[in-house]
């Protein structure tokens, strides 16, 4: 390998520690989010349960202030009653009352049915107050977790960031961006060597994808110091001194 892809390499070893360093921290931090989203879910369902006992109780208030206005009127019909001077008077306003006796007997019921709703909604809503108990639990695990393995992995890191430093200090911008490119899009792994397959060897494939890589690309890797990329995976292709001399 020639300067370049030598560090390249190098620079390789330590980005493939970091990123499993890295990919288990995003897997804690994944399952923290998902915990968050469930608890936010559960609470959006309750807060949506609460609304409909909120309802009932909109329900039996509307009620009740019925019953009290038409037990009002009630109360007035029958003192009209006592004070009715002809029959075809007293017969209206019995008929009145008793329309007024009706409608307020429907409301009584409506507003047992009310009731009956909202204390079993009530009843269910301590479902959702134990779920949230539990995902706020499992969710309090999940987050010690990242932070154990954020203590247990500091010295690594700031190790390995630092080795890291150290090693991209002396490659170009350029190939350092190309190579940080490819590094993110396959988890650290930058860089493939190219390998000899075949009965007679003569063939080559990228150890990244097992795709072909033509004998142009082979040569041009042997007489030049500088980043060739594999036409299928994109990782910055290179040969090891023994596999580039067989």
């Known amino acids: 390998m020639g300067v370049i892809l030598d560090a390249l390499h190098r620079l390789q070893e330590i980005e493939r520690d970091l990123s499993r360093?890295?990919?288990k921290t995003?897997?804690?931090?994944?399952?923290?989010?998902?915990?968050?989203q469930q608890v936010a879910a559960n609470q959006a369902a309750h807060d949506a349960h609460l609304k409909s006992v909120q309802q009932c109780q909109i329900g039996i208030d509307a009620a009740d202030l019925d019953i009290k206005t038409r037990e009002e009127s009630m109360a007035k019909h029958r003192v009209a009653l006592n004070a009715a001077k002809t029959n075809k008077d007293y017969a209206a306003i019995l008929t009145a009352l008793n329309t007024e006796k009706a409608d307020t007997s429907k409301f009584e019921s409506r507003v047992l049915e009310l009731m009956a709703e909202k204390d079993?909604?009530?009843?269910?809503s301590k479902a959702?107050?134990?779920?949230?108990?539990?995902?706020?639990?499992?969710?309090?695990?999940r987050e010690k977790d990242l932070n154990d393995y954020l203590e247990k992995t500091r010295e690594d890191m700031d190790r390995l960031e630092k080795a890291r430093e150290e090693a991209a200090s002396g490659i170009?911008?350029?190939?350092l961006a190309a190579f940080e490119r490819v590094a993110a899009k396959h988890e650290g792994e930058a860089m493939a060597e190219i390998l000899r397959v075949g009965s007679r060897g003569d063939e080559h494939i990228c150890e990244g994808c097992n795709m072909s890589v033509t004998l142009e690309v082979v040569n041009k890797l042997r007489s030049v110091d500088e980043l060739v990329l594999c036409n299928t995976c994109g990782r910055i292709l290179f040969q090891a001194h023994e596999n580039a001399s067989a």
């Open 21 to 23: 360093l890295r990919s």
């Open 26 to 36: 995003d897997g804690y931090r994944r399952k923290i989010a998902q915990g968050q």
């Open 120 to 124: 079993d909604l009530l009843e269910k």
């Open 128 to 141: 959702f107050e134990e779920e949230n108990e539990k995902l706020q639990r499992r969710l309090a695990k």
């Open 172 to 175: 170009a911008p350029s190939a």
